[in-house]
Antibody
Framework: EVQLLESGGGLVQPGGSLRLSCAAS????????MSWVRQAPEKGLEWVSG????????YYADSVKGRFTISRDISKNTLFLQMNNLRAEDSGIYHC??????????????WGQGTLVTVSS | QSALTQPASVSGSPGQSITISCTGT?????????VSWYQQHPGKVPKVMIY???NRPSGVSNRFSGSKSGNTASLTISGLQPEDEADYYC?????????FGTGTKVTVL
């Protein structure tokens, strides 16, 4: 069974940093693209970042480019999102998401429950 | 990178058909056949209902169908049922990123 378990969220001041983790099980990270998608309270979905399957190609929304970095540890089957220079508008639930193929543009077929990030002073 | 445009709400009676639109540009919806639709019930994670414009994943009811014309994609729910009441989001590939729609709340009257 495919499972995604996020961790690392919390309360951080504006300008601060957080590192989110997503432990994947039931499949191999190397074989599939992965994405991070966030959802502010009572708001819609926003794609944040993606990484291709069998390559290290990474992609970012304009709103986070230069501040966030997506990466993975294949040996631990874990996906990461390093978030720096955080802003209030970055607050929300961050979902780790498995893409249905090795290409990040394919549909998402599995979502983690998410980890809450709150940026506030 | 602007969100794709969806109507805020759509409603229908049980048994009726409804259609949700998703409007983008020639750089996203109109340029690629990589449009997906997701259903999200309150407090739950999204579930893919349609991928690659019109394909239905295994296990999704055939009451859900997708199509595209120009820069606008559509999700049609036929034979509306109470459990279809949820938020629906479209998504499209665009060069270098992925875009989600603004979301549509479907209400079953």
């Amino acid at each position: 069974e495919v499972q995604l378990l996020e961790s690392g969220g919390g309360l951080v001041q504006p300008g601060g940093s957080l590192r989110l983790s997503c432990a994947a099980s039931g499949f191999t990270l190397w074989s599939y693209a992965m994405s991070w998608v966030r959802q502010a309270p009572e708001k819609g979905l926003e794609w944040v970042s993606g990484i291709s399957g069998s390559s290290d190609s990474t992609y970012y929304a304009d709103s986070v480019k230069g501040r966030f970095t997506i990466s993975r540890d294949i040996s631990k089957n874990t996906l990461f999102l390093q978030m720096n220079n955080l802003r209030a508008e970055d607050s929300g639930i961050y979902h780790c998401a498995k893409v249905s193929s090795g290409w990040y543009g394919s549909a998402i077929d599995c979502w983690g429950q998410g980890t809450l990030v709150t940026v506030s002073s | 990178q602007s969100a794709l445009t969806q109507p805020a709400s759509v409603s229908g009676s049980p048994g009726q058909s409804i259609t949700i639109s998703c409007t983008g540009t020639s750089s996203d919806v109109g340029g690629y056949n990589y449009v997906s639709w997701y259903q999200q019930h309150p407090g739950k994670v999204p579930k893919v209902m349609i991928y690659d414009v019109s394909n239905r994943p295994s296990g999704v009811s055939n009451r859900f169908s997708g199509s595209k014309s120009g820069n606008t994609a559509s999700l049609t729910i036929s034979g509306l049922q109470p459990e279809d009441e949820a938020d629906y989001y479209c998504s499209s590939y665009t060069s270098g990123s992925t875009l989600f729609g603004t979301g549509t709340k479907v209400t079953v009257l």
